[in-house]
Nanobody
């Protein structure tokens, strides 16, 4: 499975960004698609994830601000990030789960300035 991310960048506090991640290759059997992030000096954390059936899960710090969605026909997962805060600054990684395996994108930088 190959994952290609796009949509990161620099934005001011309160702004919005939309991340996209397109999966290709051996995509049959992909279940959960999601986003993780890692800030400097911190552990990678799950931000949001969505199952093939549309069940969503968010880390508490982004609830009410971020929305995850997926287009199964395009094998693409999106993360709409609104009300961005300085503490959202991190490298964001796309993640998909297929059976027992996790696949990761290359990461895209999101920087929120005050």
């Amino acid at each position: 499975v190959q994952l290609v991310e796009s949509g990161g960048g620099l934005v001011q506090t309160g702004g919005s960004l939309r991340l996209s991640c397109a999966a290709s290759g051996s995509i049959l059997g992909i279940n959960v698609m999601g986003w993780y992030r890692q800030a400097p000096g911190k552990q990678r954390e799950m931000v949001a994830r969505i199952t093939g059936g549309g069940i969503r899960d968010y880390v508490d710090s982004v609830k009410g601000r971020f929305i995850i969605s997926r287009d199964n026909a395009k094998n693409t997962v999106y993360l709409q990030m609104n009300g961005l805060k300085v503490e959202d600054t991190a490298v964001y990684y796309c993640n998909v789960v297929k059976g027992p395996l996790h696949y990761w994108g290359q990461g895209t930088q999101v920087t929120v300035s005050s």
